[in-house]
């Protein structure tokens, strides 16, 4: 079946595609590699990465979105016509229309910016939906029900908070806070106590590895290179799983934050349908150990994480493109 529509999580760190009937055909890091010769494109997504920290002077590989928006408008434009191309193949006789999720905080110019961005990038339309609403069709919870439903989908850049009736959002919170943050909080961590300098690469592997919310009971290990700070020599440490969670409870902490203040805004009635149904966690940062557990300690609120929960924005927008007419209410804005 040719498809001529598809729906894009333009994530922080990573962008995933997907396309009705076909499902997640694209899931790259969202990083472009530039050469400042030039100023041609090098290479997208999982080439550009490898490149991260290790190019030479005329090459620069760098992450075109900041905390959920765009940063560099043109290193955008490149990366969605990258991903556009590559998920319906180089030659086209039709323009797609393409849905793209964004955080549900960001103002209106940065909105028009992702819009004229995939326009420019080969879109034949391009809506415009929330990470929130898009996060909860992707969890398969039935927005449009006179129920509450609570949502909470942590990322690379953002972290959204939402409560979602009759599909749309009666309470939403959005905090410059995901998996970036908490990797720098890990970097910043090691450099204090171990004199060693690392990677954002190196601190997101102990983070996926051996990071939890809260303290394991069976502690884990893991073995890590960098440079030595004081002498600027190789060196190798020794990483605790307590060292990430010390590292990263001030990142939580915001994350919390915004939880409970979504709920401090819920009204009643919703507020009992939520302790109830519990709250669904969405988005790679979701899935460090222990997210839901620090998560309803903090709220008394059940806290359950979703399935392929870092895929949930991306099936959402796909879901939703297939049917347009049923979630119009959900969709912000569209060119």
């Not at 529509?5 to 890091?29: A, K, M, Q």
């Not at 849905?99 to 809506?127: D, F, H, N």
């Not at 992707?138 to 927005?143: T, V």
Request: hydrophobic share 45%; aromatic share 4%; proline share 4%.
């Amino acid at each position: 079946m040719f498809s001529r529509r598809l729906g894009i999580d333009l994530g922080t760190t990573y962008s995933l595609v997907f396309i009705p009937g076909r499902g997640i055909v694209i899931n790259e890091p969202s990083v472009v590699a530039i050469s400042l010769i030039d100023k041609q494109v090098m290479a997208v997504g999982n080439e550009a990465k490898e490149m991260l920290g290790r190019t030479p002077d005329t090459i620069v590989a760098s992450r075109p979105l900041k905390d959920g928006v765009i940063a560099d408008y043109k290193t955008t434009e490149s990366m969605l016509k990258y991903f556009i191309n590559k998920a319906l193949g180089g030659v086209r006789f039709f323009r797609p229309e393409v849905m793209i999720a964004v955080p549900a905080g960001i103002t209106s110019t940065e909105r028009r910016a992702v819009i004229e961005a995939t326009l420019q990038a080969g879109a034949k339309a391009a809506y415009i939906i929330k990470e929130p609403v898009a996060a909860a069709i992707g969890a398969n919870i039935p927005i449009g029900s006179a129920s509450g439903h609570m949502i909470v989908d942590m990322g690379g850049g953002t972290s959204e908070v939402a409560i979602i009736s009759l599909g749309g959002i009666v309470a939403n919170a959005s905090v410059r806070i995901g998996g970036n943050k908490i990797d720098a909080a890990i970097q910043e961590f090691i450099r204090k106590k171990y004199n060693l300098n690392i990677g954002e690469r190196s601190a997101e592997d102990l983070k996926v590895n051996i990071g939890s919310a809260l303290p394991l009971e069976e502690k884990l290990f893991m073995e890590i290179r960098g440079r030595d700070s004081i002498q600027g020599l190789p060196k190798v440490v020794t990483v605790e799983s307590d060292d990430i969670t010390e590292a990263i409870q001030d990142e939580l902490a915001g994350i919390i934050q915004a939880v409970k203040s979504v709920l401090q805004e819920t009204p009643p009635e919703l507020s009992a349908d939520i302790m109830d149904k519990g709250m669904i966690l969405s988005g790679g940062t979701a899935q460090l150990k222990n997210m839901d557990k620090i998560l309803s300690q903090a709220t008394g609120i059940p806290a359950f994480l979703a399935d392929d929960a870092q895929l949930c924005v991306a099936k959402g927008t796909g879901i939703a493109l297939e049917n347009l007419e049923s979630y119009k209410k959900s969709i912000l804005s569209t060119k």
